[in-house]
């Protein structure tokens, strides 16, 4: 079982940042496949970027060049540096960790609003 806990959301103007932080607990953590997705209001949950075990990343088309993820396995904490932010952007952002072969655990979540 993973249990995940988002932080870092809230409001901020266009153009500015926020980072977001996801602290698993599990010893699986480390061999998760783990990243964000995004959801607004009357929509799908869509992916916002992934890093894999390795290190490899993947990122949305609408984000590359503006969001950065990374991990930290001795913290068990994925993050999200998100910069340049847009009024699009405004969601919730959900965290999420898959291991191997596993079925996806998933976060709270953690509001993201961007005013213009």
């Known amino acids: 079982q993973v249990q995940l806990v988002e932080s870092g959301g809230g409001l901020v103007q266009a153009g500015g940042s926020l980072r977001l932080s996801c602290a698993a607990s599990?010893?699986?953590?480390?061999?998760?496949?783990t990243g964000w997705y995004l959801q607004a209001p009357g929509k799908q949950r869509e992916l916002v970027a992934h890093i894999t075990s390795s290190g490899s990343t993947n990122y949305a088309d609408s984000v590359k060049g503006r969001f950065t993820i990374s991990r930290d396995n001795a913290k068990n904490t994925v993050y999200l540096q998100m910069n340049s932010l847009k009024p699009e952007d405004t969601a919730v952002y959900y965290c999420?960790?898959?291991?191997?072969?596993?079925?996806?655990?998933w976060g709270q979540g953690t509001q993201v609003t961007v005013s213009s």
């Open positions: 599990g010893s699986i953590f480390s061999i998760s496949t």
């Open positions: 999420f960790a898959q291991p191997v072969f596993q079925k996806k655990y």
